[in-house]
């Protein structure tokens, strides 16, 4: 790595508010296989592992939070409300307020086709970054980090905001048009295990109305029933459903075009109270939530 990188990856460290004791590991974390593919003789990893590990840790710590704040939430709903903040969108939003893919290790193909600007190579770089985190500087210095982003995403009046819908909107708005229900169907599956994109069509009637893709099948349905509302917009006047009009609520997403501010450094052994909304330490008892398994 020369000098020119160093520099560069410590700005995005004053931007995360975070300094690594080793650089590499920000490094590795914002490396993408295409790179690593195209560049042999460097010897250099891609971010995949990395990627799986940050996953897990923002599920644990996000869960965490969930069952602090909601101690009468289902499993079900709990899962929801998980699904609603650690996906796709807005792991890629965080990643372009934080500026990731200026510092992105990209092959030449990747690069020409845009992968800068690509959500799911900036959510995955940011899950990324988020392992390099843990592995610099522990559980609970990053799990402080995790709190300060996604707390005020979770508080009680910003949850029908946080969860949106599009199924069920587009549900109430297909019976009230057409008197038909909406149609789900697999297209098609890609990736590794690890790391799957599905495509999904959506149907009323005999028609496709939309489709939609996303790291999960539920995932790739609620973009395609969203899509599918928007071009209903077009045709019809249709009511806003509650669902949607919990989307326009303030304060809902991650300001894309804002300029990003450096995060408050997370000293070592700092705890999580002050970001949680529950307002419990991460290093406090928790009753054993019950099992949830990713949907893949």
């Not at 549900?171 to 057409?178: C, G, K, N, P, R």
């Not at 999904?200 to 029933?225: F, H, N, P």
């Not at 070592?268 to 419990?280: C, K, N, Y």
Request: glycine fraction near 8%; hydrophobic fraction near 40%.
């Amino acid at each position: 790595m020369n000098e020119e990188r160093v520099q560069t990856l410590m700005g995005l460290e004053e931007r995360l508010g975070w300094h690594f004791a080793d650089i590499a590991i920000l490094d590795n974390a914002l490396t993408h296989r295409s790179f690593v593919n195209e560049n042999v003789a460097h010897a250099c990893r891609d971010n995949e592992r990395l990627e799986f590990l940050g996953d897990a840790v923002l599920e644990m710590t996000v869960s965490d939070i969930l069952m602090r704040k909601f101690p009468d939430h289902t499993e079900g709903q709990l899962s929801k409300l998980r699904a609603s903040v650690v996906n796709e969108q807005p792991l890629a939003e965080l990643a372009r307020r934080f500026r990731i893919g200026e510092h992105l290790l990209l092959g030449r193909g990747e690069e020409g086709s845009g992968g800068r600007m690509k959500s799911s190579l900036l959510a995955n770089a940011f899950e990324s970054v988020i392992a390099a985190m843990y592995l610099d500087g522990g559980f609970d210095r990053t799990a402080v980090f995790i709190g300060r982003l996604f707390g005020p995403l979770i508080e009680e009046g910003e949850l029908s905001a946080v969860y949106r819908d599009y199924k069920t909107a587009l549900q109430e708005t297909s019976q009230i048009l057409f008197r038909e229900m909406p149609r789900y169907m697999v297209i098609s599956e890609t990736g590794p295990d690890h790391d799957k994109r599905f495509e999904t069509s959506l149907m009323i009637g005999e028609r496709v109305i939309a489709t939609g893709r996303g790291r999960s099948k539920k995932e790739a349905e609620q973009q395609a029933a969203k899509t599918a509302l928007e071009e209903l917009r077009k045709i019809e006047s249709v009511p806003a459903t509650g669902a949607e009009n919990a989307e326009k609520k303030p304060g809902a997403h991650f300001p894309m075009d804002a300029e990003p501010q450096a995060m408050p450094a997370a000293a070592p052994g700092e705890s999580l109270e002050a970001f949680s909304p529950g307002g419990g330490k991460m290093t406090g008892e928790l009753e054993p939530p019950s099992p949830s398994e990713k949907e893949a």
